[in-house]
């Protein structure tokens, strides 16, 4: 892959998601690599989730309980967490490590955040907000970039939902 550019761009880009709402805005990075992946589906053409159906739902937290990954540098984690429980509510929780002692680190070698949000109707007012705060690096949301999603369904049967506006892709 070229880095996306004026002549250069993916044509297709295809992932999972964790959430996927009835606009196509999608939660990403419960594997805590949402970064990479908004850089990818960015420089592609087009961008689309396959996906089963428990990850389909009319809003965005209706089933995804585990809150918004968000990717901060380490020495910024604390403040990071305090600004947005004051400004948006919910709680940030670090992410910790399973099977080890400490945080999850990123493949970038930061931490992550997972906010555990209350509702809200204006992602993208929400994800400007979040990203304004000094010492974060991206959100797990991923909005206006999916074109198309594919839902398996648990009978072998497939739901295609496309994003509102788009007439013919993939």
Known sequence: MKPCGRQDVLDISIDGADEVDNQLNCIKGGGACQFQEKIVASCAK?????????????NLGQKWK??????????????????IEAMLGGVAKLRMA???????????GNFVLDWLFEEHADWVEVNT??????????????????????????????????????????
């Not at 399973?98 to 970038?108: F, L, R, S, W």
């Not at 797990?140 to 072998?156: I, R």
């Open 46 to 58: 087009d961008f689309i989730i396959i996906a089963d159906y428990r990850k389909d739902s009319e």
């Open 66 to 83: 585990r809150g918004v990954p968000i990717e901060v540098l380490p020495v910024a984690y604390r403040p990071v967490k305090l600004k």
């Open 98 to 108: 399973e099977y080890k002692a400490g945080p999850i680190v990123t493949d970038n």
């Open 129 to 170: 907000a979040i990203k304004l705060i000094p010492g974060v690096v991206e959100t797990g949301l991923f909005l206006n970039l999916a074109k198309v999603a594919y839902f398996g369904n648990a009978d072998g049967t497939v739901k295609v939902r496309k994003a509102p506006g788009v007439q013919n892709c993939c």
